[in-house]
């Protein structure tokens, strides 16, 4: 079963932090790239940070520097290290396979207002 479960999200200050979660299930973690993307209000989805299954990640632009992914390949989870954050990175955020996109899980919001 497909399985992309993201958590760690909420309501931060601009300049907090918020580390998200996924636990992806073994089907689709094992050996693949998996990727981060966020959806903001009336927006498709955007690409943010990929990270290949040996570690190597490349990150969107726009986050270049204040986010880090980093993955545990024994625990099929994934984590998103959002530092410095703006009003901008606002969005719910998600957890797919990089060029194999999966249905979308549910997401997790993130918030930054003030």
């Known amino acids: 079963q497909v399985q992309l479960v993201e958590s760690g999200g909420g309501l931060v200050q601009p300049g907090g932090s918020l580390r998200l979660s996924c636990t992806v299930s073994?089907?689709?973690?094992?050996?693949?790239?998996m990727g981060w993307y966020r959806q903001a209000p009336g927006k498709q989805h955007e690409f943010v940070a990929g990270?290949?299954?040996?570690?190597?990640?490349n990150y969107a632009a726009s986050v270049e520097g204040r986010f880090t992914a980093s993955r545990d390949n024994a625990k099929n989870t994934m984590y998103l290290q959002m530092n410095s954050l703006k009003p901008d990175d606002t969005a719910v955020y998600y957890c797919?396979?990089?060029?194999?996109?999966?249905?979308w899980g549910r997401g997790t919001q993130v918030t930054v207002a003030s």
């Open positions: 073994t089907s689709i973690f094992h050996n693949n790239a």
């Open positions: 797919n396979q990089v060029g194999n996109r999966r249905p």
């Open positions: 990270i290949t299954y040996g570690g190597i990640t």
